[in-house]
């Protein structure tokens, strides 16, 4: 198995090294509300709203805990979809970073790194806060006070946001290193044909991956590993498999 996993590796990596060169070449991006939706679902979505509701909470004490969610989440809705369209269009040094700010996903760690760089993410962060302030301010619902009190605590917003950006990155690299090993160990109780450890392994791998952005890297090998471990587990944890079968499992990623 280690052989066709190295093969696919090679093969997709020269896939996404052409993919990466026409993203750099030229940048164009349809970004739709579902690709938004898909990032503020993502791991780091959900780190920016987090860190975004508390700092809100931080800056305005006095204020009754529903307005501060609808203030919040017209920062998110309104604020970002215009602020993800900038950072989108300038993007021309972040290369398929910039996708991964629109959809959530990424090949990698490195590309998560980049996206957050001064120029992508954290610029997307603070042109969505200003754009966000004042879509809440047409609408109604953000007093001039307090969009003065949010305008003079924006450096504390974007502070904790990275902050909290920074630590799920840590924990990330660390999920990262954790998938690996189980893949790895995975990969030695297939040699061994015990399916036994295996499952304990595939049970781990399956944890691990809902807790981690989706990198594609890592989900390749995850998930053919997924395929494999069903396939012999509806057979009857019977090992005998073609390479037909072991290329159709690979196929099916």
Known sequence: M?????????SNENIINNENQKINNNIDYEVTVEKQN???DSTLGKTINTALNVGLRYLLPDVIEDQVIEIKDTIITDGFKEGINKTIESAVDLGKSALGIVTGKFDNISQIQKAVEKGGLL???SDGIDLGLNAAKRSGILPSNLENVIKNGKNVLISNIESNIEDTLTNQLKGVEKLNRYINNWNTYYKQQNFSKMELEYNKIKEKLEELVPL??????????ENLHTLIKNRGQDFNLSEEEIALANKLI
């Not at 996993?5 to 090679?10: A, F």
């Not at 594609?216 to 590993?225: F, G, I, S």
């Open 123 to 125: 610029d997307t962060i």
């Open 38 to 40: 898909n990032f503020l």
């Open 2 to 10: 280690d052989v066709e996993l190295e093969k696919n590796n090679k």
């Open 216 to 225: 594609e890297d890592t989900l390749r090998k995850a998930h053919q590993v």
